[in-house]
């Protein structure tokens, strides 16, 4: 998409990496100009995402705004970028919530904050890729760079246990990466063996027409589903989200459930499922009965933690099962819902978070024990928290029920039983929410918090503006989820065609 001459998918997805060698220029001890300088990059992306949507056609099939520029032409390698309406609403998601947490980040941040914030803008570049990316070995480069600077904000500016816990962040995903590697050069080198040629042999929109090998599909399938399933988390893969949450600082943990766990799903739905669509039919009987374990394993689990981080970390691997079910069950309602419960589960959850990270700031402690009565002291951050436990229990009228309704509706034309199992959890969430609200908010002011004195405080304007635009955004999808589905519908329905009809053992048109 070309806007008076600017590559706006390129400026999208670079413009955070301007700000971050800008910053790099700058010395560390001028943290005022250090700090508007990361937010001003990350709002010009997000306003040039915004920009976007001014030509898109979402009544168009296949990718639109499509950059190309030959990079390896002996291996057939571009610099390839395009747009779909999944893309799109990912690629916003992202923007916006890259900006509000950099501007969280201005107060709790206290060292370092130079090399945080160009952290945090490689990291943006490393998302936005990942969702425009139509190469493969591109795809791959900005899937790998998302991995290093969140191995820094964790290992750096995360808690006490942070350096178990990015070791087990990084090798969790570095060992589902390496096998998507192979499975990425296993798919290029069957096209070039194929057609005799390297040209094409990882360009995205060649590949899914290409019939692969159904052995190739089935392990190719495979490695792509270990990598994306580490990613989102799915059951029994998991255990490493807890922990990076627990250490991560809030604007680290706020884009980590917010968009990093949105990776693993966008990769089901933009390369595993058109890539390998027979390998995907075999494979998503197992999925189903993964993601059904993951949605009542997060819940139950969720329901006994005594961390407010660990209830939000395990309540995001039960939300996160609902993609995956609506996913897998290749039905249109039900892919469409889980696009959308990505959109609002990174909206909910990212708000969820940062609302943890409000209240840390002032008492240094997470413990749900310890917490009581925060509606007397702090009235504005009690009712701004109990609008999001409400979101994301899933009330009507907030973008929470709209997605895990559709997943449902689809799950059950396909498995009343699956589908009774998804329903019988949403209960199980509003369990755990309401009774952790209850803790925190209401009754007599706990000892531990009345102990703090002056230092509890109501939410500052900075946290105000940080949380604000995520009630908007909660209460226009939940009342016009239209906004999402209309921009998703033709790129679901050609999704799920490929899957219906895979192509096998040829090439074809």
């Known amino acids: 998409m070309v806007l008076s001459g600017v590559p706006l998918l390129t400026v999208v997805t670079f413009a955070p990496l301007v700000g971050a060698l800008l910053i790099a220029l700058v010395p560390r001890q001028r943290e005022g100009l250090i700090r508007w300088l990361a937010l001003t990059a990350a709002v010009v992306a997000f306003v040039a995402s915004l920009a976007l949507l001014v030509d898109f056609r979402p009544d168009i099939a296949g990718f639109q705004a499509v950059e190309e520029v030959g990079w390896i032409p002996a291996f057939g390698i571009e610099y390839k970028l395009g747009l779909d309406g999944i893309s799109l609403v990912l690629v916003i998601l992202t923007t916006t919530l890259s900006a509000i947490s950099i501007l969280a980040s201005f107060g709790p941040i206290k060292s370092r904050m130079k090399e945080y914030l160009i952290s945090f803008l490689i990291l943006e570049v490393g998302l936005i890729g990942v969702f425009l990316a139509l190469d493969l070995f591109l795809f791959y480069i900005f899937w790998e760079i998302v991995l290093v600077p969140m191995y820094l904000i964790i290992g750096i500016w995360g808690g006490t246990n942070r350096i178990y816990a990015t070791l087990k962040f990084v090798l969790y995903t570095l060992v589902g990466s390496l096998l998507m590697l192979v499975a990425i050069l296993a798919t290029a080198f069957s096209f070039q063996a194929a057609t005799g040629s390297w040209a094409?042999?990882?360009?995205?929109?060649q590949l899914r027409t290409f019939g692969f090998d159904p052995g190739l599909q089935f392990l190719a399938f495979g490695a792509f589903f270990l990598a994306f399933a580490i990613k989102v988390?799915?059951?029994?893969?998991h255990t490493w989200l807890p922990d990076a949450h627990v250490e991560a600082p809030t604007a680290g943990s706020v884009i980590l459930a917010a968009v990093m766990l949105k990776l693993g799903a966008y990769g089901f739905i933009r390369f595993a499922l058109p890539l390998f669509p027979q390998a995907a039919q075999e494979w998503a009987p197992a999925i189903i009965v993964l993601s059904?374990?993951?949605?009542?394993?997060g819940a139950i689990v969720a329901l006994v933690q005594p961390d407010l981080k660990k209830l939000v970390a395990y309540s995001s691997v039960s939300h996160m099962g609902f993609v995956t079910l609506g996913i897998f069950i290749f039905q249109e309602q039900g892919l469409q819902g889980a696009i959308l419960q990505m959109v609002n589960h990174g909206v909910i959850t990212g708000a969820l978070f940062l609302l943890v990270g409000v209240i840390y700031e002032r008492t240094h402690d997470r413990a749900i024990a310890k917490m009581g009565g925060l509606a007397a002291p702090t009235p504005v951050y009690a009712a701004i928290f109990g609008f999001f436990m409400l979101a994301s229990l899933g009330l009507p009228g907030m973008s929470g029920f709209v997605g895990e309704f559709l997943v449902l509706l689809g799950t059950f034309d396909v498995s009343p039983i699956a589908a009774a199992i998804a329903t019988f959890v949403i209960i199980l969430s509003a369990a755990y929410l309401m009774w952790m609200f209850q803790r925190v908010v209401f009754g007599e002011?706990?000892?531990?918090?009345?102990?703090?004195g002056?230092?509890?405080?109501?939410m500052t304007p900075r946290e105000l503006l940080t949380v604000t635009p995520l009630v908007g955004l909660t209460l226009a999808l939940g009342v016009a989820p239209g906004l999402v589905l209309d921009l998703i519908a033709m790129p679901v329905t050609e999704v799920l065609a490929r899957v219906a009809a895979p192509l096998v053992g040829a090439a074809g048109p």
């Open 454 to 458: 002056h230092h509890l405080t109501d």
């Open 445 to 452: 002011l706990s000892d531990f918090l009345r102990g703090l």
């Open 292 to 297: 059904l374990i993951a949605i009542i394993y």
């Open 233 to 237: 988390p799915m059951f029994p893969l």
């Open 200 to 205: 094409g042999a990882f360009d995205f929109e």
